[in-house]
């Protein structure tokens, strides 16, 4: 048991208690970011010349070294440490002597940690950014190749009216191009540093806030050292922005699953991301996107978790705030890895386009164009409703679809109907005429595209 802060205490603490206390077994991860920002601070320190020179060198050297010798399995981080940052100093001690004991000079954990997390955090969202992307990239993919694909568009999981393919994807790609913006955000409101706020009330050494802030990439100092080192916002706005993701891909994962079963049908996911049953031998499962699915409970459980933790809490520091760390990783690596084995899944699926367009043929979902045919022809849309509800029951008995009538079974319920009424409610053209921002058609999907294409050059 290696402690920082023996000095007033007569006892050894419980064995019990040390373990229950310590965080060494999961904030060992923030081993490579403790170590940049204690290079940062003992810069500062020399800078302001309250460590020497000579001082700062052997203490960069002691942290540069015990990286190097961890990232190569000379040294391991133990439990016999309570935390990483107690791991590094007694390490920069143990190598350098006296010079390391200086390491902490105008610094408390409280701030150590709060930088720490917050170098972590940062990073992270620069990867879920890029992973992000990457589903935006996928996903224009497809939409670039199925401005053609009809399929039925449903509302209540009922069909609906035809979309496309494109269209459909094109709804999701909105939403992720959302989470990007909610990640840029976030990380635009987190960058400032904390390092330098000490336990709580800053200190009494002239430390140069200004110069570690961007020293770290940070946009400045953070303003008010209690809240400096209690300020836990960031994760939990990275945390909601996360659930929301995983939302997003929950959704899109049902869809998935749906598609995939046999009575739809639409998608064929390919057998590098399926699984198959040990009883069973003609299953093959969506099982990535059915954990996926199950995954986004995990990622609302730590949003809530750390909601929780936060809650009631008084200024400034207070050892609850160690909870953060499990609940904001956990979210981190199971977002992180479900966008990625999704955009794997996505990139590899093969979609069905007949039977996508015999299902958007079947169910009527061209009865709204049918009605707003009779409209063209002076029927009153209330009314126009009325007559195609009549003609959906008559198909419904006799088991076809509007345009398998003849003109004289048409007409037979309402005189207005044409020859030209065929035409009018082709799937094609139940497509081709929604032309509005935002619609179906081609010419609206490629206004669309070209907008994507746009915001994809901007952030790469
Ligand atoms: N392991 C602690 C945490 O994660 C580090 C900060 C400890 N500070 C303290 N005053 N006990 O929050």
Redesign the pocket.
Known sequence: MAQLWGGRFTKETDRKVYDFNA?INF?RRLLDVDIEGSKAHTAMLAHTGIITDEECRLITEGLEGILSDVKNGKLEITSEY??V?SFVEANVIKRIGDAGKKLHTGR???D??ALDMKLYTRSDIDEMKNKVRMVLDVLLKVIEDNTQTIMPGFTHLQKAQPVTLSHHFAAYFEMFKRDYDRLLCIRERMNYCPLGAG?LAGTTYPLDRDMTARMLGFTAPTANSMDSVSDRDYLIEYLSALSIIMMHLSRFCEEIIIWNSNEYRFVNIDDSFATGSSIMPQKKNPDIAELTRGKCGRVYGDLMALLTVMKGLPLA?N?D??E??EAAFDAMDTAGSCLELFAGMIASMTFNDDIMRESAAKGFTNATDAADYLVGKGVPFRDAHGIIGQIVIYCDNNLKSIEDCTLDELKSISAYFDEDIYEFISLKTCVDKRLTKGAPAQAAMEEFIAEAKDFLSKIS
């Open positions: 965080s904030d309570e935390d940052h408390s954990r409280n150590q940690v336990a520091y050892k705030m160690q953060d760390k």
